[in-house]
C-alpha cells in the first residue's frame, strides 16, 4: 500500500505541473489588458500604467513571467491580484466559504442519491422505481442556473422561506439552498449509478451464497450488496467534489455566495491572471487528492483488491 501511495503522489507531479502551466498560459494569452482594465472608463496615464505593469512584472516576456510565477509557487507565494491584495489572502478567505458549500452539497448527493438509489434498485419496475428515473430525469434535464432561478423564486420569493441571497456565507443555514442546487445534477446521477449497480449485483451468486446461508436480509444488503455496489458510486463522488468546488461559479453567482467561484467569475471577467492561476491551483491540488483517496476506498469496499 505504502508503495502504491508513493507511486500515485509520484504520478501527481507532471499532471499538476502540465495543468498550472496550461491555465497560466491560457489565462495569460486572453485578449485585452488587465492592468489598463484597473482604470475603468477612463485612459490611463501612459507613464502610471507602465510603472503598474513594472511593478507587477507584467512588462516582461510570457516565458520569463512564467518563470517568476512558478518560482514563487514552490514557496508558497501566489502573487499578487491586481487590486494589491495577495491572491493566497483571497483564497484563504473564499476557500472556507466554497468548502462549506461543497461539503453540504455532497452530503446531501451521497445520503439522499444513495438511498434513493438503493430502494429503487431493490424495488426495480414498482412505483418508487419508475418514480425515481422521471425524477433523476428531471434533475438532469433542467440546467443549474435555471434550477436555481425556480428554487429562488418558489422557497424566497413566493413562500419566504429563506432570503433571496446568503447574507452571511459562513451561516450554514443560508447555504443549505444554494446546496441543494449545486448537487441537484450529481445527486441524480449518484441515484442512477446506485440503482444500476444495485440491480446487477443483486443477481450474483454471492449475494445467493449470502441468503443461502440463513444471514439477516440488513446484513445481506448492508455488508454484501451495497459495499460492492459502491465502487462505481465512489468513483464519480471522488471526482465531483472537485467539481463540486470549482463548478459553484453560476450556485454562487446566483445565491451571491462568496466562495471560490465568485472570485473566480470577477477575476475572469477581468482577466487577472495570477487570482485564476492562483484559485485553479488549489482545485487542481483537490482533484488529485479526491482521485488518491477513491484509488485508497476500491480496497476498503472490496477485499479481493489489493494494491502492490
Do not use: C
Not at 59 to 81: C, H, N, R, S
Amino acid at each position: 500500500m505504502g508503495r502504491f501511495v508513493a507511486r500515485r503522489l509520484l504520478q501527481m507531479i507532471p499532471v499538476f505541473l502540465g495543468t498550472v502551466t496550461l491555465i497560466f498560459f491560457m489565462v495569460n494569452v486572453l485578449p485585452g489588458d488587465p492592468a489598463a482594465a484597473m482604470w475603468g472608463d477612463k485612459a490611463a496615464d501612459p507613464a502610471q500604467l507602465a510603472a503598474f505593469k513594472h511593478a507587477r512584472g507584467l512588462d516582461q516576456p510570457l516565458i520569463q513571467q512564467y518563470a517568476d510565477y512558478m518560482g514563487k509557487l514552490f514557496t508558497g507565494d501566489f502573487g499578487t491580484a491586481m487590486d494589491g491584495r495577495k491572491v493566497i489572502d483571497k483564497i484563504s478567505a473564499a476557500m472556507p466559504v466554497t468548502i462549506r458549500l461543497a461539503l453540504l452539497a455532497f452530503g446531501i448527493e451521497l445520503l439522499i442519491g444513495v438511498a434513493i438509489g438503493l430502494f429503487a434498485g431493490l424495488r426495480r419496475g414498482k412505483a418508487f422505481d419508475k418514480g425515481s428515473l422521471v425524477l433523476t430525469l428531471l434533475l438532469i434535464s433542467i440546467p443549474v442556473p435555471v434550477l436555481g432561478f425556480i428554487y429562488q423564486n418558489v422557497f424566497a420569493i413566493q413562500l419566504k422561506w429563506i432570503t433571496p441571497t446568503v447574507q452571511d456565507s459562513m451561516n450554514l443555514g443560508q447555504l443549505i439552498l444554494p446546496a441543494i442546487v449545486l448537487g441537484s445534477l450529481s445527486l441524480a446521477y449518484v441515484a442512477r449509478l446506485t440503482r444500476t449497480s444495485i440491480v446487477e449485483n443483486i443477481k450474483s451468486d454471492y449475494m445467493r451464497t449470502a441468503v443461502a446461508k440463513g444471514l439477516p436480509k440488513r446484513k445481506v444488503i448492508g455488508t454484501h450488496l451495497l459495499r460492492n455496489s459502491m465502487i462505481p458510486v465512489v468513483t464519480f463522488l471522488g471526482t465531483d467534489l472537485g467539481a463540486l468546488m470549482g463548478g459553484a461559479i453560476v450556485t454562487e453567482g446566483i445565491f451571491n455566495v462568496k466562495g471560490v467561484g465568485f472570485e473566480l467569475y470577477h477575476a475572469i471577467n477581468l482577466k487577472e491572471g495570477a487570482t485564476v492561476s492562483g484559485f485553479v491551483v488549489v482545485l487542481v491540488l483537490v482533484y488529485l487528492a479526491a482521485s488518491l483517496l477513491v484509488d485508497l476506498l476500491y480496497a476498503v469496499l472490496d477485499p479481493r483488491i489489493r494494491y502492490a
